[in-house]
């Protein structure tokens, strides 16, 4: 049976699959496949691992002929038609939880840089800038006794709010549904997506993309953030309208934000470059050599697990 992998991941899945009897093709180029390259390369094989950056809807999904499984070599999974997928009897699989710890500490990462002014202020040394001590220069905002709102209270959203408890920050959420969990850990409530943007001086997001939550943070709720209010995104760039954020930055409404995503990755909007109280980071949630390690593993044990008539580890479903 054949595997295609869609570029190149850490060896561990390669590895892992041809141990247990299964031929495997890598696209080989340091660059994302096409359309048409991806056809070509999956119409006979019996397993995909794909990468986030692969759209894979039903044009694509119409052309494989013996494909069981598409591991998704990601936790989000809004690149492939999950729906579609499954009426087609292939099965669709994520990499949650092992990424969960990098992405938590890439958020806390973003915060402090937004708070502290970190980029911003390493440029200013490097431009030699620094020619004097000054009381007033590059003040930031302290996060002790600052709200934090997590939107979208997940693996994700959970593991940041425990981390920012230990900067003495108060804890609130926002989520479609009630979270037993998170609330257990945080000892914090549900509260509505407007009281979240009202209440808190630092507001992360950490939904899906679908549907339901594209574009569902945009000036409606952004215009309630406090002028001192930091928002970062390492979830996905779609859930945010983009240039209604740019306009209040531009206005120097908000103290300032952190994207980690982007509405159209990897074409990001370049009036960002203009803006000084923004972090830019180019995707880089899950970029830790463990978590890589532990995505790559997990993908291939899950295309194994489907060929070899098992249940899939991590499977997802349409939403
Ligand atoms: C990264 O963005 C992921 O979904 O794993």
């Given at each position: 049976m054949k595997v295609f992998i869609t570029r190149k991941i850490p060896v561990i899945a390669k590895d892992l699959l041809e141990k247990n009897g299964l031929s495997v093709k890598e696209f080989a180029k340091d660059r994302a496949i096409t359309k048409e390259e991806l056809i070509r390369n999956t119409k006979n094989v019996d397993g995909i691992i794909s990468l986030l950056t692969d759209k894979i809807d039903s044009s694509i999904i119409d052309n494989l002929k013996n494909c069981k499984v598409i591991a998704n070599?990601?936790?989000?999974?809004?690149?492939?038609?999950v729906e579609y997928a499954n009426s087609k009897g292939i099965i669709v699989t994520n990499t949650p939880d092992v990424l969960t710890d990098s992405t938590a500490e890439l958020t806390i990462a973003l915060i402090l840089a937004c708070a502290k002014r970190i980029p911003e202020s390493e440029t200013f040394l490097r431009d030699g800038k620094f020619v004097a001590w000054k009381p007033q220069l590059l003040l930031g905002v302290e996060l002790k006794n600052k709200t934090l709102g997590i939107v979208g209270a997940g693996r994700i959203g959970r593991e940041v709010a425990k981390r920012a408890k230990a900067f003495g920050m108060k804890i609130i959420y926002f989520d479609r549904n009630k979270r037993e969990e998170f609330q257990n850990d945080t000892g914090t409530k549900k509260v509505s997506l407007n009281k979240l943007f009202s209440t808190a001086e630092v507001v992360s997001l950490h939904l899906p993309l679908n549907e339901k939550t594209h574009h569902i943070i945009n000036k409606s709720n952004l215009t309630l953030l406090k002028k001192n209010a930091i928002i970062v995104n390492t979830a996905r760039g779609e859930i945010l309208n983009e240039n209604d954020l740019i306009d209040l930055l531009k206005q120097k409404k908000i103290f300032s934000a952190g994207f980690d995503v982007y509405e159209n990755e990897p074409n990001f909007n370049k009036k960002l470059l203009k803006l000084d109280n923004v972090v830019l980071l180019p995707h880089i949630g899950s970029a830790t050599i463990e978590a890589r390690n532990a995505m790559a593993e997990l993908a291939a044990k899950n295309v194994i697990s489907v060929l070899k008539k098992n249940k899939p580890i991590t499977p997802v479903l349409g939403d």
């Open positions: 070599f990601a936790v989000g999974y809004n690149n492939i038609d």
